[in-house]
């Protein structure tokens, strides 16, 4: 059976090579990215994402941390906002407009992880989501910050999932979608879910089942073969995903072209 909404990529040749072709030369039109995450036990994920920015020629990079990093954040952090952190070292709800004024300087925004657990970074993710309307990719636990209402990410235009198996089974759980995933689902089941799923909501969602990449927006499913998990779990994929977004306006084929780049 045909499947016209599902498209195959292979590393070697990408979908969309006119999106890799247009990709910025110059630095000062390469765009401006957040990245948003850290607590005072980790943010080995914000150093890292915001060097690979660097060298995937991202045009100014600014991180996000919690005050509590002040002293311990590495020198080649070049660009760095300190916003209120909680007593266990977290974002506090009191960071509010240092987020909000830092996302509105960037084109693009990376909830890249190592958040902690805290209810009060909870809270701050939640009106963050609500309150700003720019590209947002999400990532690793900064997902499991929002699953007291998912439906702010699912329902949310302009924002990319980038998420394990795992937490796609919550994300569809957490907003009564009527289909149950399961490890043991066949590929094609998947896609299909992912296909009606996006017709229904907004988002852009990656994810990783077995060895295939997926990307599916607007019933639109682009899978790729995958075998760097560690890419995933790291932080890798989502930088990646989130600096092609700042050079084109379509989430989905930003989205593949970072796989095959």
């Known amino acids: 059976m045909e499947h016209r909404y599902w498209q195959r990529q292979?590393?070697?040749?990408?979908?969309?090579?006119?999106?890799?072709?247009?990709?910025p030369e110059r630095r000062d039109q390469a765009g401006k990215l957040l990245i948003i995450g850290g607590n005072k036990l980790g943010f080995a994920a914000?150093?890292?994402?915001?060097?690979?920015?660097?060298?995937?020629?991202?045009?100014?990079t600014k991180v996000l941390l919690p005050s509590c990093l002040k002293g311990t954040v590495s020198s080649t952090l070049l660009d760095v906002v300190f916003a209120d952190c909680t007593p266990s070292g977290s974002l506090s709800k009191e960071a509010e407009s240092s987020v909000?004024?830092?996302?509105?300087?960037?084109?693009?925004?990376?909830?890249?992880?190592?958040?902690?657990?805290?209810?009060?970074?909870?809270?701050?993710?939640?009106?963050?989501?609500?309150?700003?309307?720019?590209?947002?990719?999400?990532t690793r636990d900064a997902i499991d910050l929002i699953k007291n209402n998912p439906s702010l990410i699912a329902d949310r235009p302009n924002?990319?999932?980038?998420?394990?198996?795992?937490?796609?089974?919550?994300?569809?759980?957490?907003?009564?979608?009527?289909?149950?995933?399961?490890?043991?689902?066949?590929l094609l089941q998947l896609v299909e879910a992912l296909h009606k799923f996006t017709i229904t909501y907004p988002c852009t969602i990656v994810t990783l089942h077995k060895d295939t990449i997926i990307v599916a927006e607007?019933?639109?499913?682009?899978?790729?073969?995958?075998?760097?998990?560690?890419?995933?779990?790291?932080?890798?994929?989502?930088t990646n995903i989130a600096n092609w977004r700042l050079w084109h306006a379509n989430s989905l084929e930003s989205a593949a072209s970072a796989l095959a780049s």
């Open 10 to 23: 292979a590393a070697d040749t990408p979908l969309f090579p006119d999106t890799i072709w247009a990709k």
């Open 46 to 60: 914000i150093a890292e994402s915001y060097e690979n920015s660097r060298k995937n020629g991202v045009g100014q």
């Open 100 to 138: 909000l004024a830092s996302a509105a300087w960037a084109d693009g925004v990376l909830l890249i992880g190592d958040a902690g657990r805290n209810s009060e970074t909870a809270m701050l993710y939640e009106i963050f989501l609500q309150r700003h309307s720019g590209p947002v990719t999400i």
């Open 159 to 186: 924002t990319t999932i980038v998420a394990s198996f795992a937490q796609l089974q919550k994300l569809f759980a957490g907003v009564f979608y009527p289909k149950i995933l399961t490890f043991n689902m066949q």
């Open 218 to 238: 607007g019933g639109r499913v682009i899978t790729q073969e995958w075998l760097q998990p560690m890419a995933i779990w790291r932080g890798t994929v989502a």
